[in-house]
T-cell receptor, first 112, second 114 residues
Framework: SQKIEQNSEALNIQEGKTATLTCNYT??????LQWYRQDPGRGPVFLLL?????KEKRKERLKVTFDTTLKQSLFHITASQPADSATYLC???????????FGKGTKLSVKP | NAGVTQTPKFQVLKTGQSMTLQCAQD?????MSWYRQDPGMGLRLIHY???????DQGEVPNGYNVSRSTTEDFPLRLLSAAPSQTSVYFC?????????????FGPGTRLTVL
Protein backbone atom coordinates (compact mmCIF):
# COMPACT_ATOMS: atom_id res chain seq x y z
CA SER A 1 0.00 0.00 0.00
CA GLN A 2 1.02 3.59 -0.45
CA LYS A 3 2.31 5.38 2.61
CA ILE A 4 4.02 8.61 3.55
CA GLU A 5 5.51 8.52 7.01
CA GLN A 6 7.20 11.02 9.21
CA ASN A 7 9.06 8.85 11.63
CA SER A 8 8.90 10.98 14.72
CA GLU A 9 5.73 12.40 16.16
CA ALA A 10 7.79 14.72 18.32
CA LEU A 11 11.38 15.89 18.41
CA ASN A 12 12.91 17.87 21.27
CA ILE A 13 16.22 19.62 20.80
CA GLN A 14 18.32 22.30 22.45
CA GLU A 15 18.59 25.77 20.97
CA GLY A 16 21.54 26.11 18.62
CA LYS A 17 21.54 22.45 17.58
CA THR A 18 20.53 21.10 14.18
CA ALA A 19 17.10 19.53 13.94
CA THR A 20 16.70 16.71 11.43
CA LEU A 21 13.24 15.51 10.46
CA THR A 22 12.60 12.45 8.31
CA CYS A 23 9.96 11.76 5.67
CA ASN A 24 9.75 8.30 4.12
CA TYR A 25 7.38 7.18 1.41
CA THR A 26 6.36 3.82 0.00
CA UNK A 27 4.93 2.92 -3.41
CA UNK A 28 5.03 6.48 -4.72
CA UNK A 29 7.31 7.91 -7.38
CA UNK A 30 6.97 11.62 -6.72
CA UNK A 31 8.48 14.17 -9.02
CA UNK A 32 8.41 16.71 -6.19
CA LEU A 33 8.28 16.76 -2.44
CA GLN A 34 7.18 19.73 -0.36
CA TRP A 35 7.68 20.75 3.25
CA TYR A 36 5.26 22.87 5.26
CA ARG A 37 5.28 24.43 8.70
CA GLN A 38 2.15 24.47 10.86
CA ASP A 39 1.79 26.51 14.04
CA PRO A 40 -0.93 25.68 16.59
CA GLY A 41 -4.33 26.93 15.49
CA ARG A 42 -3.10 27.93 12.05
CA GLY A 43 -3.00 26.52 8.56
CA PRO A 44 0.17 25.01 7.07
CA VAL A 45 2.63 27.37 5.43
CA PHE A 46 4.80 26.29 2.50
CA LEU A 47 8.54 26.23 3.16
CA LEU A 48 10.43 24.38 0.45
CA LEU A 49 10.00 22.28 -2.65
CA UNK A 50 12.56 19.79 -3.87
CA UNK A 51 12.41 18.03 -7.23
CA UNK A 52 13.43 14.44 -7.92
CA UNK A 53 16.52 15.54 -9.86
CA UNK A 54 17.70 17.76 -6.99
CA LYS A 55 19.74 16.18 -4.23
CA GLU A 56 19.59 19.17 -1.92
CA LYS A 57 17.81 22.51 -1.55
CA ARG A 58 18.63 25.31 0.87
CA LYS A 59 16.80 28.34 2.13
CA GLU A 60 18.44 30.35 4.88
CA ARG A 61 18.81 27.94 7.84
CA LEU A 62 16.70 25.25 6.16
CA LYS A 63 18.04 22.39 4.09
CA VAL A 64 16.09 19.61 2.41
CA THR A 65 17.48 16.48 0.79
CA PHE A 66 15.66 14.04 -1.47
CA ASP A 67 16.90 10.50 -2.04
CA THR A 68 14.67 8.72 -4.55
CA THR A 69 16.59 5.46 -4.06
CA LEU A 70 15.97 5.40 -0.33
CA LYS A 71 12.53 7.00 -0.89
CA GLN A 72 13.32 9.52 1.78
CA SER A 73 13.53 13.25 2.36
CA LEU A 74 15.40 14.85 5.25
CA PHE A 75 14.58 18.33 6.53
CA HIS A 76 17.26 20.13 8.52
CA ILE A 77 17.07 23.31 10.55
CA THR A 78 20.51 24.53 11.54
CA ALA A 79 21.19 26.78 14.52
CA SER A 80 17.67 26.08 15.73
CA GLN A 81 15.76 28.69 17.74
CA PRO A 82 12.72 28.45 20.01
CA ALA A 83 10.79 30.28 17.26
CA ASP A 84 11.34 27.21 15.06
CA SER A 85 9.06 25.21 17.37
CA ALA A 86 6.13 24.03 15.24
CA THR A 87 4.82 20.98 13.44
CA TYR A 88 6.50 20.24 10.13
CA LEU A 89 4.67 18.37 7.38
CA CYS A 90 6.03 16.72 4.29
CA UNK A 91 3.83 16.29 1.24
CA UNK A 92 4.02 14.74 -2.19
CA UNK A 93 1.73 14.41 -5.19
CA UNK A 94 0.39 10.88 -5.38
CA UNK A 95 -3.19 10.65 -4.15
CA UNK A 96 -5.95 8.86 -6.01
CA UNK A 97 -6.78 12.15 -7.74
CA UNK A 98 -3.15 12.99 -8.30
CA UNK A 99 -3.49 15.28 -5.34
CA UNK A 100 -1.07 16.31 -2.62
CA UNK A 101 -0.69 13.70 0.14
CA PHE A 102 0.53 14.86 3.55
CA GLY A 103 2.46 13.08 6.24
CA LYS A 104 1.12 13.28 9.78
CA GLY A 105 3.80 15.74 10.78
CA THR A 106 6.61 15.98 13.32
CA LYS A 107 6.20 18.36 16.23
CA LEU A 108 9.51 20.08 16.87
CA SER A 109 10.23 21.73 20.22
CA VAL A 110 13.36 23.82 20.56
CA LYS A 111 14.29 24.50 24.18
CA PRO A 112 16.28 27.60 25.14
CA ASN B 1 -3.82 40.53 -0.30
CA ALA B 2 -5.81 38.73 2.34
CA GLY B 3 -4.78 35.35 0.87
CA VAL B 4 -7.16 32.54 1.81
CA THR B 5 -9.88 33.41 4.30
CA GLN B 6 -12.23 31.04 6.09
CA THR B 7 -15.33 31.62 8.20
CA PRO B 8 -16.33 30.80 10.82
CA LYS B 9 -13.24 30.06 12.92
CA PHE B 10 -15.18 27.89 15.38
CA GLN B 11 -18.55 26.15 15.10
CA VAL B 12 -20.55 23.76 17.24
CA LEU B 13 -23.36 21.79 15.63
CA LYS B 14 -25.82 19.20 16.78
CA THR B 15 -26.10 15.93 14.93
CA GLY B 16 -28.30 16.35 11.87
CA GLN B 17 -27.82 20.10 11.50
CA SER B 18 -26.51 21.57 8.28
CA MET B 19 -24.04 24.35 7.72
CA THR B 20 -21.72 25.91 5.17
CA LEU B 21 -18.05 26.60 5.74
CA GLN B 22 -16.97 29.59 3.72
CA CYS B 23 -13.67 29.91 1.86
CA ALA B 24 -12.46 32.76 -0.32
CA GLN B 25 -9.16 33.65 -1.95
CA ASP B 26 -8.03 36.86 -3.62
CA UNK B 27 -5.00 35.52 -5.50
CA UNK B 28 -6.91 34.53 -8.66
CA UNK B 29 -5.96 30.88 -8.13
CA UNK B 30 -7.74 28.35 -10.31
CA UNK B 31 -7.23 25.39 -7.99
CA MET B 32 -8.96 25.24 -4.61
CA SER B 33 -9.42 22.38 -2.21
CA TRP B 34 -10.81 21.40 1.17
CA TYR B 35 -8.96 19.26 3.69
CA ARG B 36 -9.81 17.94 7.08
CA GLN B 37 -7.19 17.43 9.76
CA ASP B 38 -7.70 14.92 12.53
CA PRO B 39 -5.27 13.90 15.28
CA GLY B 40 -3.04 11.09 14.07
CA MET B 41 -4.52 11.20 10.56
CA GLY B 42 -2.83 14.10 8.85
CA LEU B 43 -4.52 16.27 6.26
CA ARG B 44 -6.99 14.46 4.02
CA LEU B 45 -8.51 15.85 0.83
CA ILE B 46 -12.31 16.16 0.84
CA HIS B 47 -13.16 17.92 -2.44
CA TYR B 48 -11.32 20.04 -4.92
CA UNK B 49 -11.95 22.35 -7.86
CA UNK B 50 -9.74 23.12 -10.84
CA UNK B 51 -11.77 26.16 -11.85
CA UNK B 52 -15.15 27.84 -11.67
CA UNK B 53 -17.90 25.35 -12.39
CA UNK B 54 -15.64 22.31 -11.99
CA UNK B 55 -15.48 20.24 -8.82
CA ASP B 56 -14.45 16.69 -8.00
CA GLN B 57 -14.22 14.36 -5.06
CA GLY B 58 -11.13 13.84 -3.01
CA GLU B 59 -10.33 10.95 -0.72
CA VAL B 60 -12.98 11.49 1.97
CA PRO B 61 -15.97 13.17 0.24
CA ASN B 62 -18.89 11.44 1.94
CA GLY B 63 -21.17 13.81 3.84
CA TYR B 64 -19.86 16.94 2.12
CA ASN B 65 -20.91 18.94 -0.93
CA VAL B 66 -19.12 21.73 -2.75
CA SER B 67 -19.76 24.15 -5.57
CA ARG B 68 -17.58 26.70 -7.35
CA SER B 69 -19.57 29.48 -8.97
CA THR B 70 -16.70 32.00 -8.97
CA THR B 71 -12.92 31.80 -9.02
CA GLU B 72 -12.78 33.39 -5.56
CA ASP B 73 -15.22 31.30 -3.51
CA PHE B 74 -15.35 27.60 -2.66
CA PRO B 75 -17.88 26.81 0.09
CA LEU B 76 -18.10 23.42 1.78
CA ARG B 77 -21.54 22.20 2.84
CA LEU B 78 -22.37 19.67 5.50
CA LEU B 79 -25.92 18.54 4.78
CA SER B 80 -26.53 16.50 7.94
CA ALA B 81 -23.69 16.78 10.43
CA ALA B 82 -22.42 13.68 12.21
CA PRO B 83 -20.01 13.38 15.16
CA SER B 84 -17.48 11.78 12.78
CA GLN B 85 -17.25 15.15 11.05
CA THR B 86 -15.77 16.78 14.15
CA SER B 87 -12.46 18.04 12.82
CA VAL B 88 -10.45 21.05 11.76
CA TYR B 89 -11.18 22.05 8.18
CA PHE B 90 -8.70 23.83 5.96
CA CYS B 91 -9.30 25.44 2.61
CA UNK B 92 -6.33 25.80 0.27
CA UNK B 93 -5.61 27.31 -3.11
CA UNK B 94 -2.82 27.19 -5.64
CA UNK B 95 -2.06 28.32 -9.14
CA UNK B 96 -2.19 24.84 -10.62
CA UNK B 97 -3.27 21.27 -9.97
CA UNK B 98 -0.97 18.25 -9.94
CA UNK B 99 2.16 20.32 -10.30
CA UNK B 100 4.83 21.56 -7.98
CA UNK B 101 2.76 24.64 -7.09
CA UNK B 102 2.70 25.43 -3.38
CA UNK B 103 -0.59 25.33 -1.55
CA UNK B 104 -1.80 28.43 0.29
CA PHE B 105 -3.89 27.47 3.30
CA GLY B 106 -6.54 29.37 5.18
CA PRO B 107 -6.55 29.64 8.99
CA GLY B 108 -8.98 26.77 9.44
CA THR B 109 -12.44 26.16 10.92
CA ARG B 110 -12.68 24.05 14.06
CA LEU B 111 -15.97 22.14 13.93
CA THR B 112 -17.48 20.15 16.76
CA VAL B 113 -20.54 17.99 16.15
CA LEU B 114 -22.37 16.89 19.29
Amino acid sequence: SQKIEQNSEALNIQEGKTATLTCNYTNYSPAYLQWYRQDPGRGPVFLLLIRENEKEKRKERLKVTFDTTLKQSLFHITASQPADSATYLCALYGGSQGNLIFGKGTKLSVKP
Amino acid sequence: NAGVTQTPKFQVLKTGQSMTLQCAQDMNHEYMSWYRQDPGMGLRLIHYSVGAGITDQGEVPNGYNVSRSTTEDFPLRLLSAAPSQTSVYFCASSTEFRTSAEQFFGPGTRLTVL
